[in-house]
């Protein structure tokens, strides 16, 4: 993929750990949006299971993509991600919409209900 410009990346995913050991053996190089929408340590049969943020710190073939627009991540999470991943290995992305800039406050994306608050679009959950 990656020879015709195409970089695989995981995203707004409940995927754990072994499913992100296997998307990297199949290409995977990249975490879309790291802490927003992505999964972390959770619990199947009383066993803890790393989560996408895991994956992120332990594997090292992974670049990550951060939204640092003083909103989505404090300042503390944003110098540990920097701290743990090098900056050779962050991407700073932007989380804009085609809303961006309107005087929209609440809406449908598809059949996803939002609301922008504080310059943000958030899901209704």
């Known amino acids: 993929m990656q020879e015709y410009g195409i970089i695989p990346s995981a995203g707004h995913t409940d995927a754990i750990y072994a499913d992100m050991s296997r998307a990297i ?3 995977l190089s990249m975490i ?9 340590i959770t619990r199947a049969g009383g066993f803890r299971r790393l989560g996408i943020i895991e994956a992120a710190w332990l594997l ?3 670049n990550v993509e951060i939204i640092a ?5 404090p300042p503390e999470l944003i110098r540990l991600i920097v701290k743990i991943k090098g900056v050779d290995n962050v991407v700073l992305v932007t989380d804009s919409l ?3 800039g309107t005087d929209v406050k609440h809406g449908f994306m598809q059949s996803t209900e939002y609301v ?3 310059g943000v ?3 209704m959950d």
């Open 116 to 118: 922008i608050e504080d």
């Open 25 to 27: 053996d199949g290409g």
């Open 98 to 100: 085609a809303l961006a």
């Open 60 to 62: 090292d073939d992974l």
């Open 69 to 73: 627009d003083g909103k989505h991540l």
């Open 32 to 40: 879309t949006h790291l802490y927003s929408c992505t999964s972390t």
């Open 121 to 123: 679009c958030k899901l």
